[in-house]
């Protein structure tokens, strides 16, 4: 395992970025910004040894800078979607930025953990962590919290992400990872050819604004069971409540295991390539989101990215889990750590 170090452009007010470029034994390279801890490029073999970059993204920091579809992005202090952008925590009532229709997204858009800079350590095992603190009151959120990702390669060819969180007052935290998968490459066009399986028998429906309910549905006899390998794109514009409200998949599947066991979530194959990706984590949900509102943009090496042009598979606790009984709740308690871990494993079909 080997680490390098180069230089990734300036944003407008002269605050230079970093890139972290990570290599295993086996061909398999990540590169990873201190801005925002994201995920720049990932190279993977594909079944004839040649690799190619396989996450959507930007050539430099001020790409990043703007970023609308959140490509590579650490994303905090909470994923996803909280309903009228606020919360209750031990009877105070948190007013969040209100950015979704009436709710609030991913946290802040110009305020967000993946548009700050993290302080970068690289470790003796050839990771990298980048740790950030975010201040009482952040985005609205109570509580000095001191938080980390870590980039990690494996030469079992998996990309091992590490959150930990600590905080002076109960808050609540839900880190994931924002990264666009698409196996034949980020400049391949849609990704809808590729063969999905979730490990998953229920999901969290969601009402308008795409925010859940509360209650869980049966996957059986919907266009959602992806409970054996399925071409994502087969029925994707099916007639369906759901797929109108997200235009496309862009819902919350729990996770079929126990709660807090580390166990596989997804598995994802590229026919073409070989590529295939495996998803593991100790949280218990991802977020399928299939594209649908990329907005056209030049990417990495003047590639043009559109709508489905690759998918996110984000670990999380279910969406608003927060303002729903039934859901466990992503409370972090005063002085006690948070810890995760999501990895994704690449092979060949």
Do not use: W
């Not at 470029?21 to 594909?46: H, Q, S, W, Y």
């Not at 997204?105 to 050839?126: E, M, P, T, V």
């Not at 925010?211 to 399925?230: C, H, N, R, V, W």
């Amino acid at each position: 395992m080997s680490v390098s170090v180069s230089e990734f452009g300036s944003l407008d007010d002269g605050s230079k970025a970093t890139l972290y470029t990570i290599k295993n034994n086996n061909g398999m390279i990540a590169e990873v910004t201190d801005f925002g801890a994201n995920l720049v490029r990932l190279f993977v073999p594909d079944r004839k040894g040649n690799p190619d970059d396989i996450v959507l993204g930007f050539d430099d920091v001020k790409g990043y800078a703007e970023n609308p579809s959140y490509f590579g992005s650490t994303i905090g202090r909470i994923a996803n979607r909280i309903g009228d952008a606020k919360f209750t925590l031990n009877g105070v009532t948190y007013d969040l930025e209100v950015n979704d229709g009436p709710n609030n997204l991913h946290s802040s858009f110009d305020n967000g953990y993946n548009k700050r800079f993290f302080n970068a350590h690289i470790n003796g095992d050839g990771s990298v962590t980048f740790s950030l603190s975010s201040p009482d009151g952040d985005q609205g959120f109570p509580g000095n919290l001191e938080m980390s990702v870590t980039y990690k390669l494996t030469d079992d060819n998996e990309l091992v992400l590490s959150y930990t969180g600590r905080s002076d007052k109960d808050t609540i935290f839900n880190p994931t990872n924002h990264s666009y998968f698409n196996l034949s490459g980020h400049d391949s066009g849609k990704a809808m050819g590729l063969k999905l399986q979730l490990v998953s028998k229920e999901l969290t429906p969601v009402r308008e604004g795409s925010i859940p309910t509360g209650d869980f549905m049966k996957l059986e006899g919907t266009p959602f069971d992806f409970s054996e390998l399925i071409v994502i794109g087969d029925r994707i514009d099916e007639e369906n409540e759901l797929l109108k409200i997200g235009k496309g998949y862009d819902i919350n599947y729990v996770i079929d295991k126990e709660e807090g066991e580390y166990g596989r979530a997804a598995l994802v194959v590229d026919e073409e390539s070989g590529r295939t990706m495996e998803v593991f984590t100790d949280l218990p949900g991802v977020q399928f989101y299939a594209g649908n509102c990329i907005a056209t943009q030049q990417g990495k090496g003047g590639v043009t990215y559109s709508k489905r042009h690759a998918i996110c598979l984000e670990t999380q606790f279910y969406p608003d889990a927060i303002n729903h009984d039934a859901f466990t709740k992503p409370i972090l308690k005063a002085g006690e750590e948070f810890k995760s871990t999501t990895t994704y494993k690449f092979g060949i079909c």
